[in-house]
């Protein structure tokens, strides 16, 4: 049986707790889950015979926490992409999302698009806009320093499917 995996990137803990009472608070304001903030790095389907700490080790290898330049808050009508903050390309992040899919048995199409969700939720379009147009968010970067790999239900719909999430494997990044 093949399990659905996600490898996040976390924010360091001088900004995790802003996302994290972000998070808390629209969830509690709008019946949401509670969850971790994260990015995406890349998502696919694992077998059981491949390590998901040797996909971390290899991808994550000679990287050190990284900053990530903040593009926008923004909001569209995917359950899990309901309201967020956009992230500016990086390099560093390409590569890891490259190397995690080369070294994967069974390599997914996912593409990266560095965000970090701050509500799962289907919300009116309206009350999306006036969110992310009254969100203040006092960074220009976030500096992550941490890659999980995260099991996921395939797809992700509902609370219930959010609190099937189990974390496999942590690695910090140090320089």
């Known amino acids: 049986m093949n399990t659905k995996i996600s490898f996040w990137l976390i924010p360091s803990a001088a900004y995790r707790p802003f996302f994290q009472e972000m998070i808390n608070s629209l969830a509690k304001a709008h019946n949401a889950p509670?969850?971790?903030p994260h990015v995406t790095i890349y998502s696919g389907d694992y077998t059981a015979d491949e390590s998901v700490d040797e996909l971390i080790e290899t991808a994550a290898k000679n990287v050190s926490g990284f900053m990530l330049d903040i593009d926008q808050v923004g909001y569209t009508d995917l359950y899990t992409k309901t309201l967020f903050v956009q992230f500016h390309p990086s390099a560093i992040l390409t590569q890891i999302c490259e190397t995690l899919r080369h070294n994967?048995?069974?390599p997914s199409n996912y593409v990266l698009s560095p965000h970090l969700s701050l509500i799962y939720q289907h919300l009116d379009q309206a009350?999306?806009?006036k969110l992310a147009t009254e969100l203040v968010i006092p960074y220009?970067?976030?500096?992550f320093d941490q890659v999980r790999a995260i099991s996921t239900p395939e797809p992700v719909r509902s609370g219930e499917d959010v609190e099937k999430w189990q974390?496999?494997?942590v690695r910090k990044l140090v320089p």
Not at 140 to 143: A, N
Request: no cysteine; glycine share 0%.
């Open 127 to 129: 009350v999306q806009k």
């Open 104 to 106: 994967s048995a069974k």
């Open 140 to 143: 220009s970067q976030v500096f």
């Open 34 to 36: 509670r969850f971790e």
């Open 167 to 169: 974390t496999l494997s």
